[in-house]
């Protein structure tokens, strides 16, 4: 064959890979759905992508668009599936593949067995939960953060690619927090007179749950802008992440969750208190606090101060309740998810009424009623284990393990008033955990030396 008559066939080729993608291309563009017109138009590079760079497409991605899962939603129902469970779902099989291929799965080790034992404990839970309804929702969702949690954990994964994961992170941070201070700007609030917002305000789609979730969602890609605050950068590379990190400071404090305050403030004086240089860390944490402060709406301040005399909104009054089931679930649990119907079943004890099915706002008081004292023992193992992982961040440890451990004390207090359980952004850190153990023990330094060669 010829030059020209290889040419000629090339370009048929071409012809009948084009033909089909420029049709369906069209028709998407024709039935205003941009969003699968671009997925199809830019197929070829995400599946390249996919293969050579998972950590930038689908998993970078897939982190990236954590803040927005609510605004993500593909078939236009309330509840229906987001993007991105498609990419996490994605993630899992780019991954996978990419590990096998290039041989850089290892096999899951004592720290991946706790939070696998927890979900098929979480699962397991439903034979003789006490609900009347079976939580077929809540078991995708386990399985599917489990299996993402497996596959990355297991991953020889590069520095190079870990630092992806935290630009992803504080990318989708930054874009989350410009737009839920243009909705408080442009008035569109959420709670009537709390005047609470989020990024849902922008699509009226709000409600007290998404606002309490995005300031959760938004504590690991804060803890990495503290983090690399502290690093040694280049000037205008500090101004940028401290411009970030009070955009993202102060988009929490409008969504009005005290909670979110709380865990964020957990994590800045771990910061202070973790560092040498204890000078330089109480300095840049104070200029943090005043700047923040000072832009801190008034009616933020009312919430905090309404905090005891309303229980924290009425948690402590659920959390008596919630003890109250615990006396007769201690053992094996309620069962998974049915915490609504055990606090109906003792809701007489509570010194407060605050209606009927009322959810835990506790993960550890949640998860030692639905799944008794294995499956808080369970739990609690599960995060001391990964707690233990991070390894040291005082004397020799990097910033990445200051930024972890800063982190996990955030999430930990942000659990305590939410049920966060199943959030991505609870399980991401877990992941990331892990990731950064695989990659300091060295794991993936043959991959980098054969690049380096």
């Known amino acids: 064959m010829n030059i020209s008559e290889k040419s000629l066939g090339n370009k048929k080729l071409f012809a009948l890979l084009a033909l089909p993608l420029a049709v369906a291309v069209s028709i998407t563009i024709t039935e205003v759905k941009w969003m699968y017109g671009a997925a199809i138009l830019l197929a070829p590079l995400l599946l390249y992508l996919s293969f050579k760079r998972p950590f930038i497409f689908p998993f970078g991605i897939y982190v990236f668009s954590i803040p927005f899962e609510n605004i993500l939603i593909m078939n236009g129902a309330k509840h229906g599936p987001t993007l991105t469970r498609l990419l996490g779902i994605l993630a899992i099989i780019a991954i996978l593949l990419k590990g096998l291929y290039e041989k850089r799965l290892k096999a899951p080790g004592k ?11 979480c699962i397991l839970s439903t034979l003789w939960g006490i609900s009347a309804e079976f939580p077929l929702v809540r078991i995708v969702t386990i399985i599917g953060l489990a299996g993402l949690y497996l596959v990355a954990s297991t991953y020889q994964v590069t520095k190079q690619e870990y630092d992806y994961l935290k630009w992803f992170l504080v990318s989708g941070g930054l874009l989350s927090a410009v737009l839920t201070i243009i909705a408080y700007h442009q008035g569109l609030l959420e709670l009537g007179e709390a005047e609470r917002v989020s990024m849902m305000s922008l699509d009226n789609g709000g409600g007290m749950g998404l606002v309490n979730k995005q300031a959760f969602d938004m504590l690991l890609p804060f803890s990495i802008c503290i983090g690399m605050i502290f690093e040694r950068r280049k000037p205008i590379f500090t101004g940028f992440l401290f411009i970030t990190f009070l955009l993202i400071f102060f988009s929490m404090m409008i969504t009005g969750s005290r ?3 709380a865990a964020g403030l957990a994590a800045l004086f771990y910061f202070i208190f973790s560092k040498r240089d204890k000078l330089k860390s109480i300095i840049i944490a104070g200029l943090i606090l005043m700047v923040t402060f000072a832009m801190t709406p008034q009616f933020y301040l009312d919430r905090i101060n309404r905090s005891l005399a309303t229980g924290a909104s009425g948690r402590f009054d659920i959390w008596h309740v919630g003890m109250k089931a615990l006396g007769k679930y201690w053992l094996f649990g309620a069962g998974l998810d049915c915490f609504p119907n055990a606090y109906t079943e003792f809701v007489n004890y509570t010194p407060v009424y605050m209606g009927l099915d009322r959810a835990p706002h506790n993960v550890f008081i949640g998860s030692f ?28 440890g990097s910033n990445d393990q200051s930024i972890l451990k800063a982190a996990f004390w955030a999430i930990l207090v942000g659990s305590l008033t939410q049920d966060v359980l ?15 153990k695989n990659s300091e023990n060295g794991l993936a330094s043959p991959f980098q030396a054969a690049q380096n060669a």
């Open 259 to 261: 909670g979110g305050l």
């Open 369 to 396: 009623v639905e799944l008794g004292i294995i499956g808080g023992m369970l739990l609690l193992t599960a995060l001391f284990m990964h707690y233990l992982a991070i390894g040291p961040s005082k004397k020799g």
């Open 111 to 121: 720290i991946n067995l706790w939070w696998v034992l927890f979900s098929f404990y």
């Open 422 to 436: 199943w959030y991505k952004s609870f399980w991401l850190l877990w992941m990331m955990i892990v990731m950064l």
